[in-house]
């Protein structure tokens, strides 16, 4: 047969006492006394009461925005991109191929060119010497480009010799 207290049930008569032991709040403290305090505070002419307050709720919202937009960012599905290609003729020469190769070049140089133009703008406005890297890497940027034009050169005056040489070859 079970014991006299194991009929009574869980948490009941006796056993209640540690319940009351276990409030939301500590034991000084309670709602009704939280809000009296709040009160007291506000009702007390501090100079400083005020800023803080300010201060301290938007410091709040700020944290509450931060999450707001974190909780959107990467969230949305991504619409369709599509990415067009240029699609070249099998038949084509390799002079023509070299030619476009430099028009390329050239439209990049000058990108880049107008891309730079634009952070020299930001750099001037932020006070950010930039003028002596600038001469020293145009100067390496201008010898590069001559070479990969030479190379460039080189290839296509190959490349024309070659198709000058072939319907030779095919009419014998």
Same mark, same amino acid.
Request: glycine share 4%; net charge positive.
């Given at each position: 047969? *079970?014991? #006299?207290?194991? =009929?009574? %049930?869980f948490?009941? %008569?006796?056993?209640?006492?540690?319940?009351?032991?276990?409030?939301?709040?500590? $034991? #000084?403290?309670? #709602?009704?006394?939280?809000? %009296?305090?709040?009160?007291?505070?506000?009702?007390?002419?501090?100079?400083?009461?005020?800023?803080?307050?300010?201060?301290? &709720?938007?410091?709040?919202?700020?944290? @509450?925005?931060?999450?707001?937009?974190?909780a +959107?960012? +990467?969230? &949305?599905?991504t619409?369709n991109k599509i990415?067009?290609?240029?699609?070249?003729? !099998?038949? $084509?020469?390799d002079?023509?191929i @070299?030619?476009?190769?430099?028009?390329?070049?050239?439209?990049?140089e *000058?990108?880049?060119?107008k891309?730079?133009?634009? &952070?020299q703008g930001?750099?001037?406005?932020? %006070?950010?010497?930039? $003028?002596? /890297?600038?001469? =020293? +890497?145009?100067?390496?940027?201008? /010898?590069?480009?001559?070479q990969? +034009?030479?190379?460039?050169?080189s =290839?296509? !005056?190959?490349? /024309?010799?070659?198709e000058?040489?072939? #319907?030779?070859?095919?009419?014998?």
């Amino acid at each position: 047969m *079970a014991p #006299p207290d194991a =009929r009574r %049930g869980f948490a009941s %008569g006796a056993a209640l006492s540690y319940i009351a032991a276990m409030a939301i709040f500590p $034991r #000084p403290v309670s #709602p009704k006394s939280a809000l %009296g305090d709040l009160w007291t505070y506000f009702r007390e002419n501090r100079p400083h009461k005020w800023p803080l307050l300010g201060l301290s &709720m938007a410091i709040t919202w700020v944290i @509450i925005w931060v999450f707001m937009v974190d909780a +959107n960012t +990467n969230t &949305m599905p991504t619409r369709n991109k599509i990415i067009y290609v240029q699609s070249w003729d !099998a038949s $084509r020469s390799d002079a023509a191929i @070299i030619l476009q190769q430099k028009i390329d070049l050239a439209k990049s140089e *000058a990108a880049l060119q107008k891309r730079q133009k634009q &952070m020299q703008g930001w750099a001037d406005a932020f %006070g950010i010497d930039w $003028r002596t /890297e600038e001469a =020293r +890497n145009s100067a390496r940027r201008k /010898e590069a480009l001559k070479q990969i +034009n030479a190379q460039l050169d080189s =290839r296509l !005056a190959k490349a /024309e010799a070659a198709e000058k040489a072939a #319907p030779k070859t095919s009419q014998n």
